[in-house]
DNA sequence: AACAAATGTGTGTATTTTACACATTAAACT
DNA sequence: AGTTTAATGTGTAAAATACACACATTTGTT
């Protein structure tokens, strides 16, 4: 058998743009909404941001950062409004992760919302938290959250720790200026596991994306170690297509 | 600075299910959709279902296969049901992959679409294209799609590119028995690049995922070669949890 | 019987990954 | 000031993996 790239058609009747006008309103009973999935990194532990729910069927629950989107904005728009709103944060990094759509997954009716990363530097100086109801949890401690937020977690999570394997996001989670101890730190808080220092410095080293800044750490109990900047305009160059067959 | 994780709160006044209720349909202006990207692998080249566009502004166009999503279905169901109406085929394999949402990528109105990937054996018995406006492309003319459509079916690739790398999706576009060349074939068509052979052999031989059947090949004008299955279940088992730095 | 076109197989080399130990530095403590 | 503490900074050998590469074998075709 072979796929035919010549079929003649029967013929579907072409739609006017009325019609389909029609059938998007009528199927307009759906709402959809982001939701954000805001990691930090502080005492060496990564950490997420979780509210409340404000919903009384949750009452004492933790959940995402979240909004319906408003008819005059993109999703990543959506996504970094929610963020500004809580965080006070505009530019930081945030990339789409996964839609949800369970019919029954919100108590109020249908709301697919789609899932969002987000990465803080917790030492920006403009950070600030502007609702109470919002804390940093560990993110062991990220659990039995409110409507299917667990589910949205834990894949967000897993997406993470893949992702920083494969992209330099971690840096987003440090200051601009870090020790490859912090830099460790972090990789090992991500992904759970101990990494052998000397291999650790020299991957990155022969990366050749960190710049050395001829500096050291400051107010540290101990030797203090030298800062590094990450070079992305270095890395963007240089960003290599990977081809290798690898379950 | 450090993070807070003990923050007593101002407060959010707390919702009831009726406020967000009302929230949830004023808000519901918005239609949601699927789109499947539907590869298909025939002929040593990859290809992709598209139908002709059934909207006046984008006569003579190619569009993806997608329809809106009714109150009643999951994402997933729905994109399902795409490929059940226009494949006949069930249980076929099916990934999410991205959600597009700008406010402007529908003439019609606001509609949010959620992409998925699908991958079909065009050799199984069942298929039929129900539909004679559809028709399969290779994947190098699948171009000026209609909609925003070309960046959905460019995303798509790309993701089926990276993922088949990673994981055994590629044996969903083969027949259940196939030879290594038709497996090198397909890697190659994916990947547009050429792959040694002998040590593309070594590579699957060392997974130790394919099962010889002991049977050759019929009907090549050459000597056959030898026919294998892929063994789900043993990859299912032996997973590894893969840890490396790697951008 | 000769030819065409593919299958099937192994080795040496380069590259990458891993495991592993000791001297050095600066701050903190006495 | 000297000692202690806790981290930084550095290299090498062994193992595993990836890569380049050529020839004999099998089957169908002429």
Redesign the pocket.
């Known amino acids: 058998m072979s796929l035919n790239e010549e079929n003649i058609s029967l013929s579907t009747p072409v739609k006017t743009l009325k019609n389909i006008q029609t059938e998007v309103k009528s199927s307009g009973n759906i709402a959809v909404s982001v939701d954000c999935v805001i990691f930090g990194f502080d005492e060496n532990k990564l950490k997420v941001l979780l509210i409340r729910s404000d919903l009384k069927k949750y009452r004492g629950k933790w959940s995402l950062l979240g909004d319906l989107i408003k008819t005059s904005e993109d999703l990543d728009q959506a996504a970094h409004r929610v963020l500004k709103e809580r965080t006070g944060l505009t530019n930081v990094f945030l990339e789409q992760v996964h839609g949800f759509g369970s019919v029954t997954r919100h108590p109020a009716g249908r709301v697919i919302t789609i899932a969002y990363c987000s990465l803080l530097n917790i030492n920006h100086y403009k950070l600030k938290i502007l609702d109470n109801e919002v804390h940093w949890h560990h993110v062991k401690n990220a659990t039995e959250l409110a409507f299917d937020h667990q589910e949205i977690f834990d894949i967000c999570y897993k997406w993470l720790q893949k992702r920083i394997q494969e992209h330099p996001l971690g840096f987003n989670l440090l200051p601009q200026k870090f ?4 830099l ?1 730190n972090l990789y090992e808080a991500i992904l759970d596991v101990k990494l ?4 650790f ?3 990155f ?2 990366m050749n994306f960190l710049t050395d800044l001829d500096e ?11 800062l590094y900047e990450f070079n992305f305009k270095k890395y963007k160059l240089q960003k290599k297509n990977w ?2 067959i ?1 379950f």
């Open positions: 020790s490859l101890r912090e460790q052998d220092r000397r291999n410095r020299k991957k080293f022969a050291m750490e400051q107010d540290v109990p101990h030797r203090p170690g030298k081809v290798g690898d």
